[in-house]
C-alpha cells in the first residue's frame, strides 16, 4: 500500500492475507487438511435443509433484523458516495434496498446467511482504489464461480484469525474514518445535533464495550441491545426524529 502502484497496490490486502497464511503455516497455525476433502465441484442446492415450519415470531424477528440491516447499509451508501464522489438520490438508496432484499432472499433459498452490504466493503474500496463497476460486475462473476468450486471455499477458511484480524483492522478502519468524514457535513453549532451524536455514540459504543447493560430487557431484545450499530443508529433516527422533525430537507442537511 505504501511502495507499489497500480495493480500491486489495489491488491495489498490480498497479498498481505496470502502472505501472512504463508508465514502462519510455517509456525503450524495453517491445517490444509480440509482442503484435501472438499470437492472440486458441487451446485449449490436450494433448501437444502430438510423441513418447512412457519413462526410468526421468528419472521417478526428476522424482518426487523433485516429491516436494521437496511438502516446499516443506509450509512454504507452515504460512505461510498464520499469515496467515489458521486451524490447519491432517493432513487438511488431505493435501488440499493431492492438489490439488498432479493439477496436476502436468495440468502435463504440457497442456505446462506442473508446478504447484504458489508461495512468492511467500504475500507476495500477505499484501499484499493476500485471503484468502477466493471470491477463489481467481474468480482460477482468470479464469486459465482467459485461458489461452485468446494476447494476454494475451504482454502479461504484455513486463514488463520490473527490474519483475518490483520486485514479487518485496516478495512474497519476506513470504515470508522470514513464515518468521522460524514460527520464533518453536520452543523456543530446547532446543539441538537451535538446531542444527537453524543448519545448515539455513546450507547453504540458502551453496549459494545459492557454488553451485560441491558441484560435485565430479557433474550427477546438481544437483537437490539447487543450490536452497538444497531442500537446507536436507531437512537440517532429516534433523536434525530425528535429533535429536527419529519422534514425531508432539514433532515438530509442535519444527518447525511
Known amino acids: 500500500q505504501r511502495f ?3 495493480f500491486i497496490k489495489s491488491i495489498a490486502i490480498l497479498l498481505g492475507l496470502v502472505s501472512g497464511t504463508v508465514i502462519a503455516s510455517f509456525l503450524g497455525l495453517v491445517d490444509i487438511a480440509q482442503v484435501g476433502q472438499a470437492h472440486w465441484f458441487e451446485l449449490p442446492r436450494p433448501f437444502r435443509f430438510d423441513g418447512f415450519a412457519f413462526d410468526f415470531g421468528a419472521i417478526v424477528v428476522f424482518f426487523i433484523v433485516a429491516l436494521i440491516s437496511l438502516i446499516e447499509s443506509t450509512g454504507v451508501y452515504h460512505a461510498l458516495s464520499q469515496i467515489t464522489e458521486r451524490h447519491l438520490e432517493r432513487k438511488d438508496f431505493r435501488k440499493g434496498y431492492m438489490a439488498e432484499g432479493i439477496a436476502i432472499t436468495l440468502g435463504a433459498i440457497f442456505n446462506a446467511f442473508p446478504y447484504t452490504a458489508y461495512s468492511q466493503n467500504v475500507g476495500l474500496v477505499s484501499l484499493s482504489g476500485a471503484k468502477k463497476n466493471d470491477v463489481i460486475y467481474g468480482m ?3 464469486l459465482i464461480i467459485c461458489g461452485c468450486i468446494p476447494k476454494i471455499g475451504a482454502l ?4 488463520p484469525l490473527s490474519v483475518l484480524g490483520g486485514a479487518m483492522l485496516a478495512m474497519f478502519g476506513m470504515v470508522m474514518a470514513y464515518g468521522v468524514r460524514i460527520l464533518g457535513d453536520i452543523n456543530f453549532k ?4 451535538l446531542l444527537i ?8 459504543a458502551g453496549i459494545t464495550a459492557v ?3 441491558f441484560k435485565a430487557l430479557g433474550d427477546q431484545f438481544t437483537w437490539f441491545t447487543q450490536n452497538g450499530i444497531v442500537l446507536g443508529t436507531i437512537s440517532a433516527i429516534i433523536l434525530n426524529l425528535f429533535f429536527n422533525g419529519l422534514n425531508y430537507q432539514q433532515n438530509e442537511e442535519n444527518v447525511k
Open 140 to 142: 460477482v462473476i468470479m
Open 190 to 193: 446547532n446543539q441538537n445535533n
Open 211 to 213: 454488553p451485560e447493560a
Open 156 to 159: 479461504a477458511n484455513i486463514i
Open 197 to 204: 451524536i453524543a448519545i448515539s455514540v455513546g450507547l453504540g
Open 4 to 6: 507499489a502502484t497500480g
